[in-house]
């Protein structure tokens, strides 16, 4: 019984090695690697809403489609030896299949690497030197585990979202404080590296209004998975309206519960560590905290920006994002709520 269930294992395994099919596996999974959606938390690099984006997509499917070939070429080839495989009384001469050694092992590769090659220099000098170099300039600084945004022109601060105007190239100069990091947004550009001591310039032009998911691509600790971000593409008049209105310092309170909390702020632990303009609170270990309440997201995308939240994070933001530096802050609720009502008034 053992030897003839070893048998049918050999001859399964046979039946298999023989199947036209089996070099179908990789296109499959090709395919199914390509079918990335865009939504939010899931960006897709093939659905490219930039120039640097349009290109990186352009060599992918280049590559997919010299891949794809040669699947195809490679099952023909297996095809036709099953088909036309000899007897066992057929001679072989010496050299019969050097041509088609030559031509499909040699010849073909080399001319494929080299058009791959020459693709790939005028892709990477495209996105070194773009011809529009822009004059928006974005100063961009990793942090463990979040993202300092700076706009040097009218000295507008925020935090994990980069505004951007549609249509125009925008200048990113970027460097970090700590650690190494990677700058990357799928569907606008390429990665690129943050790396200690240095600073890397991107450039980045958005084709349509939207907001595009980024993330560090390069492990940097406990947190890497928790340090995302957002490029807000807007129409140009919209753009302009946002920056000016960053520059500007926190509104004063719109009534007495938000004063409280203005209070509460400048006079606990908080103005340590932040800054919001226009008051005492002038730290700069975490995010700035004028505009706060006009960001969508918490953590460097880890939570909604809503009341319940934002408490929360305030509270004991350890429990949503272990290992950041935000100890967790001793208020009492009354204090909270005016905080919160507070920072609730920052847009």
């Not at 958005?206 to 980024?214: I, L, S």
């Amino acid at each position: 019984m053992a030897g003839s269930g070893r048998g049918r294992e050999r001859g399964l395994a046979r039946a298999r090695s023989r199947s036209p099919l089996v070099p179908l596996v990789p296109l499959v999974l090709l395919l199914a690697a390509s079918c990335g959606g865009s939504g939010e938390g899931g960006p897709s690099a093939l659905a490219p809403a930039g120039f640097g984006a349009r290109r990186v997509a352009g060599l992918w499917w280049l590559l997919f489609g010299i891949s794809a070939g040669v699947v195809v070429v490679v099952t023909v080839l297996l095809l036709w030896a099953l088909v036309r495989r000899r007897g066992p009384d057929v001679k072989v001469r010496t050299g019969q299949g050097n041509r088609l050694v030559v031509v499909l092992g040699v010849a073909v590769p080399a001319a494929i690497l080299t058009l791959v090659y020459a693709v790939g220099l005028r892709d990477l000098e495209a996105l070194s030197d773009p011809k529009d170099p822009g004059e928006l300039v974005v100063e961009v600084t990793g942090h463990q585990w979040w993202w300092e945004v700076r706009y040097p022109q009218n000295g507008a601060v925020t935090a994990n979202e980069i505004h951007v105007p549609v249509g125009r190239t925008v200048h990113l100069r970027l460097r970090t404080a700590d650690v190494n990091h990677s700058f990357w947004v799928p569907q606008l550009a390429p990665k690129t590296d943050l790396v200690a001591g240095r600073v890397n310039d991107m450039w980045v032009r958005a084709e349509r209004p939207g907001a595009y998911r980024g993330q560090c691509a390069e492990y940097c600790g406990t947190q890497h998975a928790r340090m995302a971000f957002e490029v807000v593409a807007q129409r140009p008049e919209e753009f302009a309206s946002w920056l000016a209105g960053q520059a500007r310092p926190a509104p004063p309170p719109a009534d007495a519960r938000a004063a409280a909390g203005r209070k509460v702020l400048e006079s606990s632990s908080c103005a340590s560590c932040h800054t919001v303009r226009g008051t005492s609170a002038a730290g700069r270990v975490g995010p700035d905290l004028t505009h706060l309440a006009g960001r969508r997201y918490l953590g460097a995308g880890t939570v909604p920006n809503t009341p319940g939240w934002l408490g929360g994070w305030i509270s004991d933001s350890q429990t949503v994002k272990p290992g950041n530096l935000m100890p967790p802050q001793p208020l009492g609720p009354v204090e909270l709520r005016a905080l919160i009502a507070y920072l609730e008034t920052l847009h």
